[in-house]
């Protein structure tokens, strides 16, 4: 069995991958999984993670506040300065250029507190970074909208604190109570969790990709290009900051993470709550929905190698 947990940590990307291009070339294979369940399949992820991790790890964390907000300030003026950038460098229709932004503009995802623990990063700093930017984003989000693409959304503040609430801070904790009253248990279980976390990852990249197969395919090369460029940046730049600071390595790889993968989701229910008379606004945000999950994957076995 550990041999077999083994095999499925390695090929992480390369198998992620496979489930993608399966999923787009055969919706059907994913398609009847609706993608209500992706929030509670990654409700498991967070609980996986809560039995590696220690409430001491959470201490070190918030007893340093300024690597939280640091790595948040770089989010919200890389992603957003990138996303506008590219809309200009490209010159993108209005449309599709609204839609890059408003995922520039999102706070981080909760795929990149998977990401970060699969790439052996600090997983307590991107927990505090996705907690910190989640409840930034009602106020900072309409407002880098607005400055960047000229127009102001609404962003539901309750609905998305309840999901990280839900989706990361209850499973992480339950995570935390096991490891505390059960540790005999915990302790077996730990050597199979990146390889349960990557099926996982697999399952809703199949659901992802499955359910967008039509907006994947009639994007375009030119708007796929684009988010591959502003999710590969983000990494990037968001290590170099990391380096710059002279933060750990855990650290760095930990921002790198949060700041190249967004809440694509939220850019999505954005552009056709707000944006209906612009169709195209969704796709960007479903594209990066689907990338930002194989990239990461990618960058995982890039930084625990």
């Known amino acids: 069995m550990k041999q077999i947990c083994g095999f499925i940590s390695r090929w992480m990307a390369a198998l992620v991958l496979l489930v993608a291009l399966i999923a787009l070339v055969e919706p059907d294979t994913f398609v009847h999984i609706d993608t209500w369940y992706i ?3 990654l409700g498991l992820i967070m609980f996986g993670m809560g039995l590696t991790l220690s409430a001491q790890d959470f201490h070190i964390v918030f007893s340093r506040p300024k690597d939280v907000l640091l790595g948040c300030l770089a989010q919200f003026t890389i992603m957003p300065l990138l996303a506008w950038l590219l809309a200009k460098a490209f010159a993108l229709p209005e ?5 890059v932004i408003l995922v520039g503009c999102c706070p981080g995802g909760t795929s990149s507190n998977v990401i970060t623990f699969l790439a052996k990063g600090d997983l ?3 927990v505090g970074m996705t907690a910190t930017s989640t ?4 106020v900072l989000t309409p407002l880098l909208v607005w400055l960047l693409a000229g127009t102001m959304v609404d962003v539901d503040t309750i609905g998305m604190l309840m999901s990280i609430l839900y989706v990361v801070i209850a499973p992480i904790a339950g995570g935390l109570l096991c490891q505390r009253f059960i540790p005999k248990l915990t302790e077996k279980l730990v050597a199979y969790l990146p390889a349960f976390s990557t099926l996982m990852i697999m399952m809703v990249v199949g659901i992802v990709v499955s359910h967008n197969a039509g907006k994947l395919l009639a ?5 796929i290009l684009v988010v591959m460029l502003h999710n ?3 990494y990037g730049i968001g290590y170099m900051i990391g380096r710059m600071l002279h933060l ?3 650290k760095c790889i930990a921002v790198s993470i949060e700041v190249g993968m967004q809440n694509s989701g939220l850019a999505s229910s954005l552009a056709v709550l707000h944006f209906a008379v612009y169709p195209l606004a969704t796709i960007p945000g479903a594209i990066f929905s689907v990338w930002h999950n194989i990239s990461g994957a990618m960058m995982a076995k890039l930084y625990r190698s």
Do not use: D, H, T
């Open 39 to 41: 929030n509670p399949i």
């Open 95 to 99: 449309e599709l250029a609204l839609g």
């Open 124 to 126: 307590a700093l991107s």
């Open 135 to 138: 409840v930034l984003a009602p």
């Open 219 to 223: 994007g375009g090369v030119m708007i």
């Open 232 to 234: 590969l940046s983000g």
């Open 248 to 250: 750990k390595k855990e």
